[in-house]
């Protein structure tokens, strides 16, 4: 089944984003967007490609729970609820929060995050020492596209999903939580 972020058995492609060089103070950073097959799991996606300078070209920044793995991009093009079970199993979540930033705008600016397939197409990114999951890229569903998890953001405030995708497979309670007690911390 395709969904946003999602799961396909469409061939793997390969895609290269370059990153401008940039003035002092510049650190190290890796751009996401390689694509190996599905034969290549053990292959890094992660390329080191130029020095840029971290925090200064960019509105959005967030990172992984323990602070190892940090990135920063432009504003997204889209932002979304995912109900997909391949979301929901990756995540231990009910449903995850996604926005889609142009690939050649994101850049990790601190560590190597772990990347996972379940199906040799899609590829998440995760720390490997907190867990937190961070990235999806589906160079064949999404081109030029890295989905983020919104939740990682510094101020997850500043991107709130508009749609909610693949409700075809959300959990049925999922639909009613709008509607459960809610206390500002627990009951009495
Ligand atoms: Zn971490
Ligand atoms: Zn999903």
């Known amino acids: 089944m395709l969904c946003g972020h999602l799961h396909c058995d469409l061939a793997p492609v390969r895609l290269l984003a370059k990153i401008p060089m940039r003035n002092s103070p510049a650190v190290k950073a890796r751009v996401a967007i390689s ?9 890094k996606d992660w390329e080191d490609l ?21 990135y920063e991009s432009d504003r997204p093009v889209h932002a979304a609820i995912c109900h997909c079970e391949d979301c929901r ?20 600016t601190k560590g190597d995050p772990r990347i996972w397939s379940s199906n040799g197409q899609a590829r998440r990114h995760f ?29 997850p405030t500043m991107v709130a999903p508009d749609i909610q995708v693949q409700v075809a497979e959300r959990l049925p309670w999922s639909a009613h939580i709008h509607a459960l007690p809610i206390f500002d911390r627990y009951p009495d």
């Open 35 to 43: 694509w190996y097959s599905a034969q290549s799991d053990e292959a």
């Open 50 to 70: 130029e020095m840029v300078e971290a925090g200064s070209n960019s509105r959005l920044t967030g990172g992984c729970r323990c602070g190892a793995v940090r």
């Open 89 to 108: 199993r990756s995540s231990g979540a009910p449903m995850v929060g996604w926005m889609g930033v142009a690939a050649g705008s994101f850049r990790i």
């Open 127 to 155: 720390c490997a020492t907190c867990g937190t999951g961070l990235i999806y890229l589906n160079e064949a569903l999404i081109p030029g596209i890295v989905d983020v998890q919104i939740a990682t953001l510094d101020d």
